[in-house]
């Protein structure tokens, strides 16, 4: 930890961010306290997220993808090579610092958020695997998360033992508890599952809002540290990049359009509550400064960017119904003619009977 408070707040020094002894993230008995309040919050959130997300799966269903396991096995793949090489390129090319460069990587490799399971439903995705990968990647980020950071920092001058693995590790193993209980409430208890949702949705509601205002507070002084053109275009390009690939990926491995879809919101959607909780759990706030809010700028530009294709693609269907559906309509018409000309034959062979009995 000295290694990256040395290396880190030299950078902070040097781009005369350093935090001053007036600034309201000076170290003072109210800062500690409400320091200690911002962690336990993102605790929470991550807690009850991942809590909920657990009680929308269904053991059966987690096994039926296991046997059949190519597109969990693509989303995965998408997941933890796209985004992480993505964040990795994009602080190279901007140049960012290292505090900048290590939020970024750690956002990139973080697993796939529970903002995705929505955003596949508006695209008409296939639910059961957005949960399935959903729950999956959080699994996988226990082993896969620390070995990309490990393996990406060695790119960036003092970050080589710069990153808190141990911190990332245990915040994970929070986020996986948490999990493992929703899925044995939604197992055991099913009838729970939906009040624990429901409560769980207003307790995350008043806990975030809490977090901003907390948030906005500790770090008013250092704010504009958030908003440079370099932090603000990482954000904006990484999910339109996952969302872009993640769909290449799906079409070249030839899952239907439907996975394609999911692949794509499960590729660009972080799980910005886990970042959130590792960047402010995991590096002293001194450290990490503003920039454990850069999950919320990235949240923010993910949710737009995933709007406007979600737009883009009910537009699409409105005006050019799905190639299933002409298939469909083509083979009900077919059908429909068969019928007719069956019918036809029925009555041609009634007419022939009668006229034979007749003659007879």
Known sequence: ??????????????????????????????????????????LAIVFITMISLGCTMEISKIKAHILKPKGV?????????????????LAKVLQMDPIKAVTVLICGCCPGGTLSNIFSLIVKGDMNLSIIMTTCSTFAALGLMPLLL??????????????????????????LLACTIGILINHYKPKYSRIVKKTGLWILLISSITLFILSAYVVKDVLW??????????????????????????????????????????????????????????????????????????????????FLMALCFTSYRT???????KDTNKYADAKQEEEKKQLK??????????YSRDEE
């Not at 005006?319 to 559906?325: C, F, I, R, S, V």
């Open 1 to 42: 930890m000295n290694v990256i408070n040395s290396s880190i707040d030299r950078v902070l020094i040097d781009n005369d961010g350093g935090l001053s002894a007036n600034s309201s993230m000076s170290n003072t008995t109210t800062f500690r306290a409400m320091n200690m309040a911002i962690n336990f919050l993102s």
């Open 73 to 89: 096995a693509i989303a995965l793949l998408a997941q933890f090579f796209i985004m992480p090489l993505s964040a990795f390129c």
């Open 150 to 175: 490990c393996i990406l920092c060695q790119g960036f001058p003092g970050l080589q033992k710069a990153v808190p693995y141990v911190g990332i590790v245990t915040t994970l193993l929070c986020t």
């Open 225 to 306: 540290m958030i908003v440079m053109a370099d932090v603000l275009t990482a954000a904006a390009l990484m999910p339109l990049i996952g969302f872009t690939l993640g769909y290449v990926l799906s079409v070249i491995c030839k899952l239907s359009p439907q996975c394609s879809r999911t692949v794509s919101m499960e590729t660009g959607f972080q799980n910005i509550q886990l970042c959130t909780a590792i960047l402010k759990v995991a590096f002293p706030p001194q450290v990490i400064g503003p920039m454990f809010l850069f999950p919320l700028i990235y949240v923010a530009f993910q949710c737009s960017e995933a």
């Open 319 to 325: 005006l050019k119904p799905p190639a299933g559906d």
């Open 345 to 354: 034959q029925n009555q041609q062979w009634s007419a022939e009977e009668d």
